[in-house]
């Protein structure tokens, strides 16, 4: 120490010590292949990145993300990425304004979010959306932090195209190897791997959009743009199998979009009628499984519609390796890649036009959609197997879309609490449904957060898209590749409108992610911030928040694992169930679920005292749980209780006014009657089996 101080100054020896971390990263990389050192030089974050995506396709597999098992584990990741890349890399100096603002509005909902915790109804679930709102900004602060350069972001974009595409013949083979097409299907619609048919189809057309995207890349691998022709075009027939009208809806828009910002516009329009012609040529056999869904010959369609999927999409890889070939020495004419900066705007402009004159002037169309609109209204089932879906309006989400407007209207600025919309719309809508989320993520937002909520999320958004536009005035390579990310994101925005895809994490994590790397690529690459070494380094500046959420994190999934893990070994072992649930109890202090469990275990063993006292515990801490009511009424009329049993009763009813076993066994109650509790028990479970499509047993 002495020795440097004397023979240099100390201003030399702190930009000395400053730039070691640098010098040392430098050297690592350049024990590594060149290519990849090239590549990592540009995207440092580029391995904690592709974990995260992989992490996506895992999610899909597991059922979307939905459950808490999962999506927690998967947000514990993200946090461990993020925590790892900022101590490793530190945090980029010189971030664009924009960028910065886009993450400050984010962390701005994310508070908002637990905020609205203290006037929501049911505070459990607004945790659980706050806690999912934090976890998406930990991913979007991993893809959108650190510098990204063209040949990192084409690798993101492969990566979630083509492990989607794996996950898709993964599924497909399990479909066609004789197992119960039930695993797979509900009403003959395609809903593997997600469980939820239009969460698949989004799934698949995201994924579709990223290996349409590696299938034109003119300075391509011609194997490489084989394969994710192939791919695009079985991803595209899964998606149709899905039997979705909102995917209908999503889809030419996110077409447009893609044709609009992707580069090589000639290859494109090439790619997408090629993927449309596989479609068309398997569409008889794939869907036929929609149409055979009461058919005993079920099993048989299914596996039909495999074999000609998975041979289709061989076929169309073979034709894209051709093409590819041919591509490489005949370049097409530029002035078929440009298109006026009005095209666009015309495009739409003419379509709309066009549609406008049509419904006018023909009589035809125009009492179709008078039809459809009607449908749509008035809450008509969708078409039984065998008439198509895509022709039909009937759904329930102008109900679910007229209360969650209602809400925000009484409710305009703070909203009613996150994902706090089930309760209300058990008392004010009219279907027969029981929707968790108002099926469109800008309602869900005004209802739930309020106008501030909105302006901080959709700002966050916003400013993100304005970052990726930076891209357009760069070069080349990072204008395509910043493209073809927000291809991906685009299908997301599209049919996230109209449907619940934000608490779908296998849905929202990528469609974040990819906005995150296109608003890193629009902006230029920054220096990596290092501190000294003996000081703080500035990637410490995130420990406090990250240590917090990860004990959050940790906790509520640990007390989802032990609640799944008692429900499914209490037959064997009860004390250690009961054990678990206790522990889960206070992992989780806002959730009444381990002590909802807990009663139900108890029920079945016949202890009815240990019940009382579990749903009595649920009951302290969602006074309006409305199960634990029903069950507290049913044990109190077996008891004899017949006013106590009244009481819990109608209140039951009251929080499920549309619900008929809750007006029955309410009339029953106030009739002085004695009720079974395993008799509605086995009434609620056949109900909920028939609204899974599972066989039931009517014994």
């Known amino acids: 120490m002495t020795r440097a101080t004397d023979t240099a100054s100390t201003a030399t020896q702190y930009k000395s010590l400053s730039n070691m971390g640098v010098q040392e990263r430098s050297y690592r990389l350049g024990r ?51 925590g790892t890349t900022a101590f490793a890399l530190g945090i980029p100096r010189h971030r664009p304004r924009v960028l910065l603002a886009a993450m400050a509005l984010f962390a701005g909902y994310v508070v908002w979010a637990y905020a609205s915790i203290a006037w929501a109804g049911q505070r459990d679930v607004a945790w659980d959306g706050a806690n999912r709102a934090a976890a998406y900004l930990v991913l979007f602060t991993l893809f959108a932090g650190w510098p990204l350069a ?70 391509g691998n011609p194997a490489l743009r084989g394969l994710a022709l192939g791919s695009a075009g079985l991803l595209a027939t899964l998606a149709y199998m899905t039997q979705s009208r909102g995917w209908l809806i999503a889809l030419p828009v996110a077409a447009l979009a893609y044709f609009v910002l992707v580069p090589n516009r000639f290859r494109g329009l090439v790619a997408m009628g090629a993927v449309a012609l596989s479609v068309l040529a398997t569409k008889g056999t794939t869907g036929a499984v929609y149409d055979g869904a009461a058919d005993e010959r079920l099993p ?46 015309a495009t739409v402009v003419a379509l709309v036009g ?100 909105a302006l901080l999320l959709g700002g966050a958004l916003a400013l993100a898209l304005i970052s990726a536009a930076g891209a357009r005035r760069g070069p080349p390579a990072r204008r395509a590749a910043a493209a073809g990310a927000l291809a991906v ?39 990596l911030g290092r501190g000294a070494p003996g000081r703080l380094k500035p990637g410490f500046l995130l420990a406090p928040p990250a240590l917090v959420l ?66 009595e515990a649920a009951l302290e801490r969602d006074s309006n749980d409305a199960y634990a009511l029903l069950e507290l009424g049913l044990l109190a009329s077996q008891a004899g209780e017949a006013d106590r049993a009244k009481e819990l009763l109608e209140q039951h009813s009251r929080l499920r006014p549309r619900d008929p076993i809750a007006r029955q066994v309410a009339a029953r109650a106030r009739r002085g009657a004695k009720l079974d509790p395993s008799q509605i028990n086995k009434r609620l479970l056949r109900r909920v089996l028939l609204r899974q499509g599972r066989p039931v047993d009517n014994r």
């Open 300 to 345: 048989q369609l299914l596996d039909e519609a495999v074999r000609a999927s998975l041979l289709a999409a061989a076929a169309l890889a073979v034709i894209g390796l051709v093409l590819a070939i041919v591509d490489r020495r005949i370049e097409p004419p530029p002035r078929l890649n440009r298109i006026p900066r009005w095209a666009p705007l």
């Open 489 to 527: 994101f685009a299908p997301w925005a599209a049919q996230a409108s109209i449907d619940w895809f934000w608490e779908l994490a296998a849905l929202t994590a990528p469609a974040l992610a990819m906005l995150g790397a296109a608003a890193a690529l629009g902006t230029e690459r920054p220096a």
């Open 354 to 453: 066009a549609v406008i004159i049509v419904f006018a002037v023909v009589p035809g169309p125009r009492e179709r959609l008078d039809s459809v609109w009607t449908d749509f209204k008035s809450n008509a089932e969708p078409p039984p197997a065998g008439e198509s879906r895509f022709a039909s309006g009937g759904t329930n989400r102008y109900d679910f879309w007229t209360v969650a407007w209602d809400l925000f209207r009484e409710n305009p600025v703070r909203g009613i609490g996150v994902e706090n919309f089930q309760e209300e719309y058990y008392l004010r809508g009219s279907s027969g449904e029981e929707p968790r989320f108002p099926h469109s993520l800008p309602l869900g937002v005004l209802s739930q957060t309020g106008l501030v909520g």
């Open 150 to 219: 063209a040949r990192g972001a084409r690798a993101l974009v492969a990566v979630f195209g083509l492990g989607t595409a794996g996950l898709a013949v993964v599924t497909l083979l399990r479909a066609g190897a004789g197992a119960d097409p039930l695993d797979f299907l509900l009403g003959g619609r395609l809903s593997a791997p997600i469980g939820y048919s239009s969460g698949t189809s989004a799934l698949f057309t995201m994924a579709l959009f990223a290996c349409l995207f590696l299938a034109t890349r003119g300075d």
């Open 32 to 82: 590594l292949p060149a290519s990849l050192r090239e590549i990592l030089e540009g995207s440092p974050a580029l391995p904690a990145q592709i974990l995260a995506l992989a992490s996506f396709v895992a999610l899909a597999a597991a059922e979307g993300g939905y459950f808490a098992t999962s999506w927690y584990i998967a947000a514990l990741l993200w946090l461990a990425l993020l």
């Open 550 to 615: 990860a004990v959050v994190f940790g906790a509520t999934w640990l007390a989802a694992r032990d609640v799944d893990a008692a429900s499914s070994s209490w037959r064997t072992d009860d004390e250690a169930a009961f054990r678990l649930l206790d522990r889960a109890a206070a992992l989780n202090p806002l959730s009444p679920r381990a002590y909802l469990v807990e009663g139900t275990i108890a029920l079945e063993l016949g202890q009815p005292e240990r019940s009382r006292s579990a749903f």
